[in-house]
């Protein structure tokens, strides 16, 4: 481990023990961080050379110039800090997602006052969100913002997602101002979709109305060429008294037909596959609209439709065996 790993560990060791895991979070004193950025770095060091140059030829001009760059400097501490100072930063959540996509954790930003250039991020994504909190009207004295996190889903289940950074650079950029941020959310992500073989899924349950024939009914449903071992009761006499040829009367009947996926069918090498498609085939059923159930290990889901039928069986397999 490197002396910068071990000194980030450390951080966010001591950022878990003084900043709790909520749903909202108030950024005052306590929980935001000020420091120079490059830029500001840069500028202080620029401010030396100009000190040192006009040390060296007293000159009362150039060291009133760099008194004037270090008020700057001073000023430009204040006012970052403030825009970011009070904030109210309030989870509101996110739409389950599959493995592999991309989530938006949304939450919304309160203040009293306008904040500009805020920007955000968790703590392993490189995307940034950025947000100006500020009043649509000047009548309304308190200012709402929205702001939508990107996150990649890695893994099914409930994901924790790890610490939300957000830090601004206003108004001079020459100072960063920050906070990490713990949080008491979980996010669902269902596993991805993977195109499997069709489990032999499909039972025949009752006699219903569906349009589903079977052969061997009560329902006449016409005539096929006689064949050798044909019932003689099925044969239509009628017909071959009339010498038209010997034929064979067929029948049907009308059942309901009920479609189930049983994850024991599934053909895959290993579970997080077999789960995969399972999802395949519970949003292949589901865009073709029919009803459809599953079989989970010791758990059945009756056979449904519609949106919650889907989020629930999809959220079944996103939480089995899942620890």
């Known amino acids: ?8 560990a450390r951080f966010f060791r001591w950022i878990d ?25 840069a500028y202080l060091l620029v401010a030396c050379l100009v000190w040192v140059l006009g ?14 760059m270090i008020s700057v400097f001073i000023v430009s501490i204040l006012h970052t800090f403030l825009n970011l100072n009070r904030i109210s930063v309030r ?23 306008n904040h500009y250039g805020i920007k955000a991020r968790w703590q392993d994504e490189s995307r940034w969100s950025s947000v100006d909190v500020v009043a649509e009207e000047s009548s309304v004295y308190v200012r709402k913002a929205a702001i939508s996190v990107p996150m990649q889903a890695k893994k099914r289940g409930w994901v924790k997602p790890k610490r939300l950074l957000l830090e601004s650079y206003f108004p001079h950029g020459l100072i960063r101002c920050w906070t990490w941020l713990n949080w008491d959310v979980h996010i669902l992500v269902y596993p991805k979709p993977v195109e499997v073989p069709e489990p032999e899924s499909i039972v025949i349950a009752q006699a219903g109305t569906d349009n589903h024939p079977v052969s061997g009914g009560e329902d ?7 064949q ?8 239509a006499w009628k017909i071959y008294a009339k010498g038209k040829g010997l034929y064979t009367k067929e029948f049907d009947q009308q059942v309901s037909k009920e479609l189930w996926i049983d994850f024991d069918s599934i053909v895959a090498p290993n579970l997080e596959l077999k789960l995969s498609g399972v999802a395949y085939w519970i949003m292949r059923y589901h865009q073709q609209g ?7 290990a010791n758990q059945a889901f ?13 959220t079944a397999i996103a939480t089995f065996d899942y620890s």
């Open 91 to 113: 989870y509101t959540g996110a739409s389950p997602v599959f493995v592999g996509d991309t989530v938006e954790i949304n939450f919304e930003l309160a203040a009293d006052k």
């Open 220 to 226: 006449f449903s016409g005539l096929r060429n006689y």
């Open 17 to 41: 023990k003084h900043v709790p895991k909520v749903t909202q979070h108030t950024l005052t004193l306590h929980n935001v961080y000020v420091f120079p950025s490059r830029l500001g770095l």
């Open 1 to 8: 481990m490197s002396i910068q790993t071990a000194m980030q």
């Open 55 to 68: 040390t060296n030829y007293q000159n009362n001009l150039i060291l009133a110039f760099v008194f004037l």
């Open 290 to 296: 029919v009803d459809y159930g599953l079989k989970l």
């Open 302 to 314: 009756q056979p449904d439709s519609g949106d919650e039928h889907m989020h629930r069986l999809l």
């Open 228 to 235: 050798s071992g044909d019932s003689l009761k099925k044969v």
